[in-house]
């Protein structure tokens, strides 16, 4: 089992940095939440669409904070965990940004009789076009390089970010009452 020496000199298997996400997800849901109702209280809460941007591009940063992190380990040197944790984090952030707000709005627009079966198509659909896409790049690691492939997708990620930014309005107007 790989390890990495990471906290007061312990060894610690590197398979427990699966567990960082459901840490940060624990720690950092009632933040998001808090985050939300005070910014509504005050009226500026952003819309489910623009929250939906900022999740994406919490995710953009994510993968540009990878590329040093690649490009020292691609020159035969060992590349600090930290790097990893801080994608963990970041990535964590965009979920919070995605995953229930997203949810909330399939609930919401969804006709009451559809919702469920709407909840699990969305579930469906994400994760089959985020395992699909995953597989694909995971081929490209060997071809380009890890360093290329995290510019490559930053580019795509903020891009899409960039772009949603301006089919927000329409969204909006799309969802009517719906917040």
Known sequence: QLTTNVFMGKDFPS?????????????MAPIFSSIWLVLSRIGKEPSTPMKMVWG?????LSFAIMIPAALVASSNSKAA???????????TCGELCLSPVGLSMVTKLAPVRYAAMMMGIWFLVANAFGN????????WIESYGASTLFIGVTIVLSIAAFLLIFIVP?????????H
């Open 81 to 91: 965990p930290v790097w990893l944790l801080l994608l963990y984090f970041l990535q």
């Open 170 to 178: 329409w969204l909006r107007r799309q969802m009517q009452d719906v």
């Open 132 to 139: 699909r896409l995953a597989g694909q790049a995971s081929s």
């Open 56 to 60: 994406i591009a919490f995710n953009a």
């Open 15 to 27: 398979s427990w940095w699966q567990s960082a996400n459901a840490i940060f997800i624990i720690a």
